[in-house]
């Protein structure tokens, strides 16, 4: 299941990246013989780089523009292109000049191909294949590739390689070379535009992932990290050099039916510090889907317990905000979430299996106020969004915390920090 970028809701009038992929064909003959690695370009020796880390700093936030965004370059000379941020895919991509169906940026600002497809018995062609059986002439053909995502997006293009410049924490300028989609037809069948933005940035588990492919080079780990500001902002970094020796809340990573999603479990829910009687909860951790989705019949019972538990107090259901399903109004606008944070309990997300670890959510990690002074519930329903019985942890759970995913030892961490502060933690 991997995603697009591009998160979609029923009920909202504005872009919302839903990340998680429905299906991906990636189509080429592969012969075990013929696997060809895409190379490296590596400047200095592997021992000097390895263990140092890759920072970028990163727009957006969760409202009102709906998703979180990070600009990096490609080619020689380097060209930058912005790129949503998605744990819940792996490949990433970038609008082609091929010529490109369905791409919203004019041509100076499309990836031009320049001979550098990648053959269909590359090793990484291989990896993010469905393990159908097509037909080709031979396998120096190239790798195409078709993704759908949760929220009716997709894209179809070609795999190619290409450098990425980056500069790491120990001052290494490098040109590591790595495969990436040209998207040459997005579509979008939802009822909302996708974010405007050049592509997407897949960080999934997967091999095709950017995270895999500097590791197998010897650049850095395959760790990820994001810091997401509840204002505005935040940044990106890539390798475990920053992390602090301690502080950090980790839990382990799931094996699921798909190796590329972020997922962890079995969890109970908590409300004001009670259990809601909902246990067993299997996580998936997605930085495409700017709200948090569960499934049909957790959806209900943490609805049932908000609207309790508002009994009484000065807000009224606001049938007319369209920006999300359920939300509440008050005698004036709301201007800030403090104005109204007494009246909403905490929730928490516990991890059965380990003791003591819990995800903790203020009232402000779960509610939006939205641009007519109303607060808006960030849960949904995630059956009405084809997710079946998923629970994907959404950036409004993540905003002002470190979150990392470490695919090194398996493990899911987290921190609280000031996300505006770039790399001050």
Known sequence: MEKNSKRSLPVMMMMFLFSIVISANFQGCFSASSQ????????TPANDRFGSSAVFPVTGNVYPTGYFSVILYIGNPPKGFDFDIDTGSDLTWVQCDAPCRGCTRPRDKLYKPKNNLVASSDSLCQAISTRRKYHCDGPNDQCDYEIEYADLGSSAGVLLSDSFPLRLTNGSLLQPKMAFGCGYDQQNQGPHPPPDTAGVLGLGRGEVSILSQLRTLGITQNVVGHCFSRVSGGFLFFGDHLLPSSGITWTPMLRSSSDILYSSGPAELLFGGKPTGIKGLQLIFDSGSSYTYFNAQVYRKILNLVRKDLTG?????????????????????????LDIKSYFKPLTINFINEKYVQLQLAPEDYLIITKDGNVCLGILNGSEQRLGNFNVIGDIFMQDRVMIYDNEKQQIGWFPANCNRHRKF
């Open 313 to 337: 107090k000065p807000l009224k259901d606001a049938p007319e905000e369209k920006e999300l399903t359920v939300c509440w109004k008050a005698a004036k606008p709301v201007k800030s979430i």
């Open 36 to 43: 060809t690695p895409i190379k490296g370009e590596p400047t």
